[in-house]
């Protein structure tokens, strides 16, 4: 007895389980153009999916050496955009996936990202080298932030 029961209690909550949040286009600073193949934010129920963001290595300067820090300074703050037009702030982010095209470029990458963080609790991380990134860029960094 006490076996049908559970599984008549299980029976009936999966409808609320089998039921996907269903994904909307977030709020963004300001619309990509059309021909773009994706959307710079997602929101599925209470999670913040953030397209990958590369920043913009400064005209004339290599993207390995003084352009680099630039480069996670404007991949930094073009997600920081995303999250304020959205409600949200660093604290917000639970998880971020790092590609790099130089794996030696690892520590300076950190020293330009972790002051993002200040004074919030650090989000977890996975993080690889990549080869060939879109428009030739040094880094890319894609995130995932909650609003609870």
């Excluded at 300074?73 to 959205?86: E, H, P, Q, V």
């Excluded at 020293?111 to 977890?124: D, H, I």
Aim: hydrophobic share 50%; glycine share 8%; proline share 8%.
């Amino acid at each position: 007895m006490k076996r049908l029961l559970a599984t008549a209690l299980l029976l009936a909550a999966a409808p609320a389980f089998a039921q996907p949040a269903l994904a909307q286009p977030a709020t963004a600073p300001q619309a990509l153009p059309t021909r773009l193949p994706f959307s710079p934010s997602i929101r599925v129920g209470d999670l913040l999916f953030m397209s990958g963001q590369i920043g913009q290595v400064p005209e004339g300067m290599d993207k390995h050496k003084e352009g680099f820090d630039a480069a996670v300074k404007g991949a930094m703050d073009s997600i920081g955009k995303i999250l304020a037009s959205n409600g949200l702030d660093f604290g917000h982010v639970v998880k971020c996936t790092v590609m790099l095209d130089e794996m030696a470029d690892w520590p300076r990458f950190n020293a330009a990202y972790l002051p993002y963080f200040e004074g919030k609790r650090l989000p977890t991380r996975s993080a690889f080298g990549a080869d060939g990134l879109a428009l030739g860029a040094p880094l890319e960094v894609e995130c995932i932030a909650a609003f609870t």
